[in-house]
């Protein structure tokens, strides 16, 4: 299962980052960010069942960025 999101994250170092927290958080999620493309996307793949886009939009949240999840 994957999710796509919007973002608002512009920097690598902030990506860096949140993608740490977001593998230390998920263990069993895969993710990675897409900042050359305009909506700055982040992908996130579970290896073991449905992506939670809830907690994932909550935990970028808490560092002052935004997300949404991008329709199919």
């Known amino acids: 299962m994957v999710e796509v999101f ?3 994250v512009n920097s690598p170092e902030h990506a860096h980052m949140l993608l740490d927290h977001i593998h230390n958080t998920y263990v069993d999620y895969s993710a990675n960010f897409d900042l050359e493309d305009c909506d700055r996307i ?4 579970s290896n073991e ?5 809830f907690h994932l939009i909550n935990l970028l949240s808490r560092f002052g960025f935004n997300s949404e999840v ?3």
Do not use: A, E, F
């Not at 069942?49 to 886009?53: D, R, T």
């Open 6 to 8: 919007k973002t608002n």
């Open 70 to 72: 991008l329709p199919d």
């Open 49 to 53: 069942g449905p992506v939670q886009p």
């Open 42 to 45: 982040l992908r996130v793949k």
